[in-house]
């Protein structure tokens, strides 16, 4: 059955530099675009950033743009958000997301999430 | 950037009634919405996509219909475990990212 399990997150300091991974299982990584997204505590869904199935494109949140890499090692099943800089207002539960089966445009599994908490 | 916005935000509603969930796009994205269900602590789960197509293991009391800018989540008679916060989003071709509506909340009474 498909996994996305994060991992990486915790309680950093204002300006500092964190790296989230999702390891995946379960279907065939390669084909897939996957995505972050990203949660505040008690908002709604924000979408992060997207790299396509073979890493050469990549796109990003207007808010995030600059800030924060995403990267995929397909030989290892595994996505990577490199987040630099990072502010108060990043603090929120991150997910991997992987592009639907159905339509590529939805997400049809989610990790369980990893919080990142910016904060002196 | 497509803005989705759902309404009500808030539904509260008794076991066994029927629940209509809006959607609304600022421009056309044709039928490429989806619809999540999110519980307290735990991740989206995917309901439908393509606006209208239900996901696997998806219970048939839940449909979406709608295109272009104006999409429907209903829940035919709601089950106590229904209980959460819906949330649209949309996404194309170009540019890749997603946006998300900011979600209604479902109580049940």
């Known amino acids: 059955q498909v996994q996305l399990v994060e991992s990486g997150g915790g309680v950093v300091q204002p300006g500092r530099s964190l790296r989230l991974s999702c390891a995946a299982s379960?279907?065939?990584?390669?084909?897939?675009?996957m995505h972050w997204v990203r949660q505040a505590p008690g908002k709604g869904l924000e979408w992060v950033a997207v790299?396509?199935?073979?890493?050469?494109?990549?796109f990003y949140a207007d808010s995030v743009k600059g800030q924060f890499t995403i990267s995929r090692d397909n030989s290892k099943n595994t996505l990577h958000l490199q987040m630099d800089s990072l502010r108060p207002e990043d603090t929120a539960v991150y997910y991997c997301?992987?592009?639907?089966?159905?339509?590529?445009?939805?997400?049809?599994?989610w990790g369980q999430g990893t919080l990142v908490t910016v904060s002196s | 950037e497509t803005v989705l916005t759902q309404s009500p935000a808030t539904l509260s509603l008794s076991p066994g009634e029927r629940a209509t969930l809006s959607c609304r796009a600022s421009q056309s994205v044709s039928s490429d919405l989806a619809w999540y269900q999110q519980k307290p602590g735990q991740a989206p789960r995917l309901l439908i996509y393509?606006?209208?197509n239900r996901a696997t293991g998806i219970p048939a009391r839940f449909s979406g219909s709608g295109s272009g800018t104006d999409f429907t989540l209903t829940i035919s008679s709601l089950e106590p475990e229904d209980s959460a916060v819906y949330y649209c989003q949309q996404r194309r071709n170009w540019p890749p990212g997603a946006t998300f509506g900011g979600g209604t909340k479902v109580e049940i009474k």
């Open positions: 393509n606006a209208s």
């Open positions: 379960g279907f065939t990584f390669s084909t897939y675009g």
């Open positions: 997301t992987k592009e639907g089966e159905g339509s590529p445009f939805s997400f049809d599994y």
């Open positions: 790299v396509s199935n073979s890493g050469g494109v990549t």
